[in-house]
């Protein structure tokens, strides 16, 4: 039962390369969303996703867009990696909302 | 706008030293309250949710409790193992517009000493 799984876990990019992101579930969730943790302060929704085919933006969505093809996967993608998109990103789920969210282990992305 | 605030920031306990942990809130109409335990290098992993005010709820050496202003997070004769990141986050009616996602406060670091 593998839950929520993101890859890659760690990545380096330089100023302007782009990159996904993978987020993939196993528990037939509708909901996922897109986390970011910086240093000091509380996760920040930059995406959510109701269901396939439907996203929106949640509340840092600059710089980062979603897709939403199937229930299971919910790809994250940066198109000009900037240096304050250095943070950790997570991917989560839930079966209904108001329910416990199950988080993926995080990708730490370092921009420079 | 809704707030979630976590005091301490951090605390230092001995192992077997009872404290609790505080999360305050604002929000338009309360849908749900939730702890996360997060380790380090790791997504947060779910503890409790509380719905309304009164509520409590435990497991192990951990306690969650529920007024209509903040939420309590008692540790009971806390272990080295309870050391940790804990979360708190809300859902509030508001949220309604963003797929009913969560607000994190910025967390509380927990470390227990032998």
């Known amino acids: 039962n593998a839950g929520v799984t993101q890859t890659p876990k760690f990545r380096i990019l330089k100023i302007g390369q782009s990159m996904t992101l993978q987020c993939t579930q196993d528990m037939n969730h509708n909901y996922m969303y897109w986390y970011r943790q910086d240093p000091g302060m509380g996760l920040k929704l930059i995406y959510y996703s109701v269901g396939a085919g439907i996203t929106d933006k949640g509340e840092v969505p600059n710089g980062y867009n979603v897709s939403r093809s199937t229930t299971e996967d919910f790809p994250l993608r940066l198109e000009l990696a900037a240096p304050s998109q250095t943070s950790v990103y997570f991917c989560?789920?839930?079966?209904?909302?108001?329910?416990?969210?199950?988080f993926g282990q995080g990708t730490r992305l370092t921009v420079v | 706008e809704d707030q979630v605030t976590q005091s301490p920031e951090a605390l230092r306990l001995q192992e077997g030293e009872s404290s609790s942990l505080n999360c305050s809130y604002t929000v338009s109409g309360l849908r749900g309250l939730f702890w996360y335990r997060q380790d380090p290098g790791k997504g947060p992993e779910f503890l409790f949710t509380?719905?309304?005010a009164g509520e409590e709820k435990e497991k192990e050496r951990l306690k969650a409790t529920l007024t209509k202003k903040e939420s309590f997070l008692h540790i009971t004769a806390p272990k080295p193992e309870d050391s940790a990141t804990y979360l708190c986050a809300v859902q509030a009616v508001a949220n309604s517009n963003s797929g009913y996602a969560l607000n994190f406060g910025k967390g509380t670091s927990l470390l227990v000493t032998p």
């Open positions: 509380l719905y309304s």
């Open positions: 989560a789920s839930t079966e209904v909302p108001n329910t416990e969210a199950f």
